[in-house]
């Protein structure tokens, strides 16, 4: 018979019977919703449905994304959290968390039932803080709803009890090794999953969009002796594309390969057709400084003033993404300063936020480098030689690399 030992041996009734009492108390217990969360940016407090879980409180995930201007999906055992144009995955029955933010664990794990992920309520903070960049916090409820003890008036919840004088109370009970030697039938295929099972999706790959600046029409810088920035930048771009597109998973795509003009919006455009994960924006102007090797390395902060009124009126969920993706900007330009200095054995160029057209429009990890400055002549000599170009190309290649890495 399916669930019972195959070697012959019925276990004892006090062996089901205790059995049976640890699935009851092992069963997650359904409450109103006890716990209240407030949302960063959302005016009116949550209250999502709550359960216990091995004698924890767990709140449902999904009304606190939908909440926040996402949602939650499920996929076999895994389930993702979308919000905006950011994903955290999360398997059921895990504490692993992995997001372009970086991987971390929660507390307790993740519980699935009736088609719905629950989080423990401890962990809903420091999730939506690691993963999204958004304060999510729980309101204290002093006079939470309290579960009433069971009682014999109601003999559908009196606690269960345990008839020592049945049949098998004379039965001797099983030892430990006894136990360990049980053989138990293979549970049925049949039995429902956490989610709908589905093929894994192929691995999308890395996909990382260089920007060579200008181009066409549009010169950019010009040297003294009449090299332009947007040849240079060019021929760096295409040096760091050979770096990278033999490296497995990664995928590597320009937003011109040749001499021709692309506007800003169409940069952007390809960005988002491509699915890129990062964006690489190469220059060689140094903001028309007047230093000839004034490398630095900049990503999108706009200031108050500096930001359109959809913005500044946006909604929680997009001024977490816009933080998200400053601060993930931030630090690929720190890996990269910090190849680019181990390239050159210069100090690491400056890294620095500030309002950028380009990088404004976009919603990922995005930074644009100014390699020297070609309107001085050691400027333009330097970017001209062969060897600067390869050790530039290098230094970015694997500066992105290391980023993808984190």
Known sequence: MQGYPTHGRRPPLKLLTAAVL????????????????????????????????????????????????????????????RIGDNTARLRTGDTEVTSPRGWFTLRRKLEVQGGRAYIAVEDVAPFFRRAFAMDVRAVDHAAAIQAEAPTDADPELAPLRVDET?????????????LRDLEFDEPSPDLPRLFEERPPEPERPFTIVLDPGHGGSDYGGVGPSGLSEKEAVLAVAHEVRARLEDTPGVRVVLTRDD????????????????????????????????????????????????????????????????????AQSQILGETIAGALANATGEAAPEVRGLPCRLLAGLTIPSVLIELGNINSAEGEAMLGAEDFRAEAASAIAAGAEDFRGQ
């Open 22 to 81: 640890a699935l009851a108390l092992a069963a997650p217990v359904w409450t109103a919703s006890a716990t209240t969360f407030n949302i960063e940016g959302v005016s009116q407090p949550v209250s999502p449905p709550t359960a216990t879980f091995d004698g924890r409180e767990y709140v449902a995930l999904g009304p606190l994304a939908a909440a926040a201007g996402g949602d939650v999906t499920g996929r076999g055992f895994q389930a993702t959290v």
């Open 166 to 178: 049945g049949p098998g109370a004379d039965e001797p009970e099983l030892h430990e090794q006894e």
């Open 259 to 326: 001499d021709h003009s692309v506007s800003t919006g169409e940069r952007q455009r390809i960005a988002q057709r491509e699915n890129a994960n990062l964006v690489i924006s190469i220059h060689a102007g140094a903001l028309n400084s007047s230093q000839a090797r004034g490398h630095a390395v900049y990503y999108h902060q706009a200031d108050g003033a500096g930001q359109s009124e959809p913005v500044r009126r946006g909604s929680a969920a997009l001024r977490a993404q816009q933080r998200t993706q400053a």
